[in-house]
Nanobody, 124 residues
Framework: QVQLVESGGGLVQAGGSLRVSCAPS????????MAWFRQAPGKEREFVAG????????SYADSVKGRFTISRDNAKNTVDLQMNSLKPEDTAVYYC?????????????????WGQGTQVTVSS
């Protein structure tokens, strides 16, 4: 069992930056590929960024490529999402997700564990 706790959301003006973090529990964090998803009101949950178990491979949604960076520290059991040049359309609840195995996936059903989410609001 893995418990994921997100932190770092908040309110920021367009063009600003935020960093959201995820702190998985347990000693098996390095066995999981990780990802960030987001869900805006009235919309489906969508993939934002993924990182492999090793941290070597990453992938981003086209809408955030070049603005967001996902990273992980297997020694500290953390996975972060650095968000720069934020836009109002980035407003959503951001969720951390864990998938047992080496590779991330872009589909939500592929993930085994989810955090409770953290709200990110970008004002225009």
């Amino acid at each position: 069992q893995v418990q994921l706790v997100e932190s770092g959301g908040g309110l920021v003006q367009a063009g600003g930056s935020l960093r959201v973090s995820c702190a998985p529990s347990g000693r098996t964090f390095s066995r999981y590929a990780m990802a960030w998803f987001r869900q805006a009101p009235g919309k489906e949950r969508e993939f934002v960024a993924g990182i492999s178990r090793s941290g070597v491979f990453t992938s981003y949604a086209d809408s955030v490529k070049g603005r967001f960076t996902i990273s992980r520290d297997n020694a500290k059991n953390t996975v972060d999402l650095q968000m720069n040049s934020l836009k109002p359309e980035d407003t959503a609840v951001y969720y951390c997700a864990a998938r047992l195995g080496p590779e991330y996936a872009r589909l939500a059903p592929e993930y085994d564990y989810w955090g409770q989410g953290t709200q990110v609001t970008v004002s225009s």
